[in-house]
């Protein structure tokens, strides 16, 4: 008979052991390995059994065992000395408490968040950059606030067919049992939050809290009374359901997120956030809710929205638009409108926030993304190239710009060390540098501590690397065991599985999503050739391959497909295996156990990628295309670089070209290098590649570099200007833009005139020359004070377009005539030799704009299509 409820009863620890609850319940053992080691010496077999989880562990230990550490006096000071050094760790000032005018605190949302296998809120990459921000957040002392969902079913388990086809479970995840606790009101009941719906229907939600660290994690959780079957299943599982399903979820992450964080800052005493950081579109409605309590208190739509952007940062992922969420404007319209959730607000403005607007774009759509960015002042892709291509990607929404000028900055994303670097790597640090240079290095970062890993021996290296993959191959052979079974094969049919994969041979790790421009099968075009590789007789590779298709993406399952079928060859499933069931836990013995990370997307539709990021921190070489971070920090000496045919239309003879070229440098470069041994049976430019790696991108690729780049190019300068834009600063900027706006047609740039001392200019100048430059603009009936008038002079290519422009602003030389004409003057001095442009421009300028392309407005002189009125050769 089944049950008609399920539920964990936790043990209740000996008053001694009472620290190992605080412990427990705080995410920070999940990267501190003293706290882990701690509780793996309380049961061993238990901590396996539970998977690495101390609140399973705990769960079910038992009662003698527990008698017996109460007694215990090593453990007890084991156990004193890590609640007092988690309670320092928590209080302590950090780097965040050193710096000054700092945000009070900063609310960060996320639709998933990777901080542990334990609690698997997570699907991919978004969620474990979610769960790294956090971590480094806690680790540099920044008072961030996470705000997500907690799914019931979180994001599905993966298994295999006999035939090798994707099959997804939906377990359900026993809340009592999650490192979790309810937030409470001060009379001890749980804390919710309430949505309104359509029809007089309410979608409610309880709050709970996760302690990462110093940074509490709200988690919204609509599986509560007094909801409804359907409200119920807001929070059923990630990423699924229709579109009415995720708007409903969207809405609750971000409009339900705002009212959580008041909540929690409200019981607890925590500072209100100054910046609210939306981790790309999903949670772009926590801007709406902003908007409403700010019209609560008087402020008209334009003040009200004014207000928001100056706090809000908007990062976006996706470098395609398939990526991003788009509802019908009749959908949106009907839960925000009257009788929906945003009493007070204009629902016809708020359609146009998410309005596609520029050419291509559906009028009848609702764009999440598009609303994030106009909801933001400030806003990052998260890699270097990724910005560029986010620029180009929005530059719509930008008319008259070209995509070099659409306010769009980049930080490129980093991970957090102490998750994913090996306990061997940190131990052979530790011994090295001493532990608190090793973890200084790991949190703070900087490249002078990471110099002293030119220090490593190389035999330590090479020993450590082995020991590495030989753990790997061990964990690899057990999954693969029980991926058999799982589908029907019999123990006596998988004898084979203990002789999968070699210690001793080059090994290669791909494991990610499997979207179609990942391409898992890439390495499969030439299948007579890769397994030739495999079995090459003196240089052979192998490879483990992990992977989840969406399971509403039929194409990435026949991806997956094609691949298990190619490594269920009894000619090479020795030298290749397919994983399922890829998560944050088979990740920390993959990545650490590779030799070579691979990576072969079709460029550039990689964001950032950080799986090489942590694959490099354990020593491993990447072999990637130059797309997302490796575009950027590719060296030539840290690993390769896979050709692509970037200018090739045809996709099939593209994938065909790069997977030739990846088949090259696996035959003549990879693999030579790795077995080129000395004579002390050391490959020695091998090793020298590993240490150049971790030397050089050790400091970059952190989550704490990347966090420190958020606080001083994002939050720091967010904090300012929300703390300027309020009240009546709001209603004068908005003001101001609406005067602007309606004068723009009128503004016009009527003449450019450049004149050395000699007189006028032809088309020969000399090297030092200086030219006086004025410009003739029509203000219509603004003031010279709102333009800011700009001289833009370069480089220019064969079509006289300028190729790197350098802007300089003029200044006004009278006051406008009586038509609104105004002369501004500047000088320009001819420091290069070669084909000269310039042009200029005019822009809106105000003391309050982040950017001075932030309102979308630009006039350019008539003849100048692009970025040159005049050239020099």
């Known amino acids: 008979m089944k049950a008609i409820r399920r539920f964990t009863v936790r043990t209740v620890l000996p008053e001694p052991l009472r620290p190992l609850g605080e412990l427990a319940s705080n995410l920070r053992w999940s990267w501190h390995e003293e706290t882990r080691e701690l509780f793996r010496s309380i049961d061993p077999a238990g901590w396996q059994t539970a998977q690495g989880d101390p609140v399973r562990l705990l769960a079910a230990v038992s009662e003698q065992r527990l008698a017996a550490l109460a007694a215990d006096r090593r453990f007890l000071r084991r156990l004193s000395a890590a609640a007092e050094e988690l309670a320092d760790y928590t209080t302590a000032p950090r780097w965040y408490q050193e710096q000054t005018d700092l945000p009070a605190a900063v609310a960060y949302f996320s639709p998933e968040f990777g901080i542990t296998s334990a609690l698997p809120q997570y699907s991919g990459g978004l969620g474990i950059l979610a769960g790294d921000h956090l971590k480094a957040a806690s680790d540099l002392g920044v008072p961030l606030v996470g705000v997500g969902l907690l799914y019931r079913h979180g994001y599905f388990r993966q298994s295999l067919s006999r035939d090798g086809w994707q099959q997804e479970h939906y377990p359900v995840l026993d809340r009592d049992s999650l490192p979790i606790s309810p937030l409470r009101e001060a009379d001890g009941s749980t804390a919710r939050i309430t949505l309104a719906l359509p029809g007089g229907r309410t979608l409610a939600a309880r709050i709970w809290l996760v302690r990462v660290g110093r940074v509490p994690l709200l988690l919204l959780d609509s599986d509560t009374e007094p909801n409804q079957p359907a409200e119920r299943d807001v929070t059923d599982r990630l990423y699924g359901g229709g579109s009415e399903h995720r708007l409903l979820q969207e809405m609750l992450l971000g409009i339900g997120g705002v009212r959580a964080v008041r909540a929690y800052c409200r019981i607890t005493g925590h500072p209100q956030p100054e910046v609210f950081h939306t981790n790309e579109g999903h949670a772009g409605f926590l801007g709406l809710e902003r908007i409403r309590e700010l019209s609560l208190d008087g402020l008209d739509f334009d003040a009200a929205l004014e207000t928001v952007r100056a706090g809000t940062v908007f990062t976006t992922h996706t470098p395609v638009p398939a990526g991003i969420d788009r509802f019908t404007r009749d959908l949106v319209a009907r839960h925000l409108g009257d009788g929906g959730e945003l009493p007070g607000v204009d629902v016809a403005r708020v359609l146009e926030l998410g309005r596609e607007t520029y050419p291509g774009g559906d009028p009848d759509l609702f764009n999440m993304a598009v609303m994030g960015l106009r909801l933001a002042q400030r806003a990052n892709g998260v890699s270097t190239l990724h910005g560029a291509v986010s620029r180009e990607m929005f530059a719509g929404l930008w008319p008259g710009f070209d995509p070099q000028d659409v306010p769009i900055t980049s930080i490129t ?246 997977a030739a070229g990846l088949y090259d440098l696996l035959e003549h470069q990879v693999a030579p290098r790795f077995y080129d041994q000395g004579r002390d049976g050391l490959p020695s430019r091998w090793i020298e590649m590993v240490r150049h790696t971790l030397t050089v991108l050790g400091p970059k690729v952190l989550a704490g570099r990347m966090v420190r780049d958020y606080v001083e190019q994002l939050y720091a300068p967010a904090a300012r200007s929300h703390r300027a834009v309020q009240g009546p600063a709001a209603a004068e900027l908005a003001g101001w833009k609406r005067r602007v706006r309606q004068e723009w047609p009128r503004v016009a740039v009527d003449e450019v005139e450049a004149v050395a001392a000699a007189g006028a200019v032809g088309e020969d100048a000399e090297l030092g020359a200086t030219l006086t430059l004025r410009v003739q603009v029509a203000l219509g009936g603004l003031d010279p004070s709102d333009v800011d008038v700009q001289l833009l002079s370069g480089p220019v290519d064969a079509g006289d377009r300028l190729t790197a422009p350098v802007a300089q602003s003029l200044k006004p030389v009278a006051r406008p005539d009586v038509a609104g004409r105004c002369t501004f003057e500047g000088s320009l001095t001819l420091d290069r030799t070669g084909a000269f442009g310039y042009t200029a421009r005019v822009l809106p300028a105000h003391p309050l704009l982040a950017d001075p392309a932030e309102p979308g407005l630009v006039a350019v002189p008539p003849e100048t299509e692009g970025m040159t009125a005049g050239v020099l050769r």
């Open 413 to 658: 994303n980093g991970v957090h060390a102490p998750t994913w670097v090996a306990p061997e790597v940190l131990r052979l640090g530790s011994r090295q540098f001493g532990a608190s240079r090793a973890e200084d290095a790991l949190t703070v970062g900087g490249a002078e501590r990471w110099e002293a890993v030119a220090g490593v021996p190389d035999a330590a290296v090479w020993e450590l690397r082995r020991t590495l993959r030989e753990r790997l191959v061990s964990d690899v052979r057990d999954r693969l065991r029980a991926s058999w079974r799982q589908r029907g094969a019999d123990d006596a049919e998988l004898g084979w599985t203990g002789q999968v994969l070699d210690p001793d041979v080059l090994t290669i790790g791909f494991a990610r999503r499997v979207p179609s421009y990942k391409r898992l099968t890439l390495m499969l075009r030439d299948k007579e050739r890769l397994a030739a590789l495999l079995l090459h007789p003196e240089r052979p590779i192998q490879i483990v391959v992990a992977g989840k298709a969406h399971p509403a993406d039929e194409g990435g399952k026949r991806l997956v497909q094609e691949l298990v079928r190619f490594t269920d060859d009894p000619r090479v499933r020795h030298r290749i295996v397919f994983l399922p069931d890829y998560d944050m836990r088979m990740a920390r013995t993959l990545y650490p156990g590779c030799d070579v990370w691979l990576n072969n997307p079709l460029r550039p539709l990689e964001a950032c990628g950080t799986s090489g990021m942590k694959a490099a921190l354990n020593g491993c070489l990447n072999l990637s295309v130059r797309d997302g971070w490796w575009d950027e920090w590719y060296d030539g000496e840290n690993g390769w670089a896979i050709p692509t045919a970037d200018g090739v239309a045809d996709e099939d003879r593209r994938d065909a070209l790069e």
